[in-house]
């Protein structure tokens, strides 16, 4: 039964995670701290293996349909990976309620960061720069265009999104996706697609971390993973009949809601 609860949980996760290009661990976190009883750093270790399983489904999705964009993608993985590295050693040795305070504070940045600030796009329709880039919007297969702005700022604001990621397991999906919608320019379908496919690195290298220094329950994060999987091919679906706006809202309204959550369980009240 509790294999079956395992992979449900994971199914949800990885579907939600897809969808917002979170990678699931918002979800991950309280559910296997709360219901589950896993300590945090037990849990962040556990959710960054089903953001790899949720992100090699989703990213197999978005790369085919040319809705990730790969170059910038693969571009901010370098500083992010070595963040995710970074953190996840320092989460080794961070007590509990820590872990979950930061946790908490990171969606609810996220979160406000969402509500308050317009989805920002550059289109160029001149291939002007190099950063120069198009995507094919699913709701009206329309090619639309958009030029990737304050690209040194991002790579030096994916370390932090990468430290993040692994103290608090939630893949850094928090961090870049309103940094590459609000700060990089980058269109919200583009920049949660994008998401998805970096989150799978990301987590990766955070979660070798913990498993060289013992932290990785393995037969949580196996059934974690299948249901992970599962889900993101199911996100990948939804995301086809979503507008980007409504995205938004529906993103901060899950930040904060969870972030609640995560309060009421450093305080000891969940």
């Known amino acids: ?48 293996v089903g953001i790899i399983a949720a992100s090699t489904g989703a990213a197999s999705h978005y790369v085919r349909i040319n809705l990730s964009n790969v170059r910038l993608g693969l571009l901010l993985e370098i500083t992010t990976s070595i963040g995710a590295m970074m953190g996840a050693a320092f989460a080794m040795y961070m007590e509990n309620w820590i872990i979950l305070l930061i946790f908490g504070l990171v969606l609810i940045y996220s979160a406000v960061s969402m509500i308050i600030r317009k989805e920002k796009i550059i289109e160029q329709p001149d291939d002007v720069s190099d950063m120069c880039f198009s995507y094919t919007d699913n709701k009206d297969y329309k090619t ?47 920049a949660s697609a994008t998401s998805s496919y970096m989150m799978g690195i990301t ?43 409504p995205m938004r809202k529906y993103f901060s309204i899950l930040l904060l809601i969870i972030s609640v959550i995560i309060f009421l369980r450093m305080g000891g009240i969940l």
């Open 1 to 48: 039964m509790v294999i079956l609860a395992l992979i449900s949980v994971g199914l949800l996760a990885g579907t939600m995670g897809t969808l917002f290009g979170v990678g699931g661990g918002i979800l991950l976190i309280p559910i296997l701290t709360i219901v589950f009883g896993l300590q945090a750093n037990e849990a962040v270790a556990v959710s960054l």
């Open 144 to 190: 639309k265009r958009y030029e990737v702005r304050n690209v040194k700022g991002g790579l030096l604001a994916c370390t932090a999104a990468g430290i993040m990621s692994s103290m608090a397991g939630v893949g850094g999906g928090t961090i870049k996706v309103p940094l590459m919608n609000i700060y990089m320019h980058v269109p919200m379908k583009v």
């Open 203 to 245: 987590a990766f290298s955070g979660a070798v971390v913990y498993f060289v220094h013992g932290g990785l329950l393995l037969d949580y994060a196996s059934a974690i993973a299948v249901g992970a999987f599962i889900g993101s091919i199911a996100g990948t679906r939804l995301s086809r009949v979503l507008n980007s706006e």
